[in-house]
């Protein structure tokens, strides 16, 4: 009878593996142990000759509040003072919905400014030339 062949778990470039494991396995990854952010898997698994095979599986991690911005962009050039305007809230404990805070206040677009403009001062022609 042949042996099994076994799994060993790392996450990201710990020397410790999370576990080891004879093939198949069921696992649970906890993600609340990991800080927020890019991750990887590595999977590394043996077979009873000693031949090894390794897969990094790369995930992001976003247990923590969510964070919004509204007012600067990735890679923005600015110049002089900025309003920024910054929202964070968390996912409450899985059981129940958080409804404070977890929507974010977003300044009406510029566009839309300008379309009310152009329809009031339509409307204000329209009712004197009438």
Request: a negative charge; proline letters at 7%; glycine letters at 10%.
């Amino acid at each position: 009878m042949e042996g099994k062949s076994t799994v060993i778990l790392f996450i990201d470039n710990e020397p410790k593996p999370i576990g080891e494991f004879e093939a198949p396995v069921k696992f649970e990854l906890d993600s609340r142990k990991l800080t927020d952010g890019e991750h990887t898997l590595k999977i590394v698994s043996k077979d009873p000759t000693g031949k090894e095979g390794i897969k990094l599986v790369p995930f992001t991690v976003r247990n923590g509040p969510a964070i919004t911005l509204e007012g600067l962009n990735d890679q923005d050039v600015i110049d002089g003072v900025l309003p920024i305007m910054i929202n964070a809230y968390g996912k409450g404990n899985q059981k129940q919905f958080l409804i404070d805070g977890s929507e974010t206040p977003k300044t009406i677009p510029s566009w839309i400014w300008a379309a009310l403009i152009i329809f009031f001062g339509w409307a204000i022609y329209y009712i004197l030339t009438s």
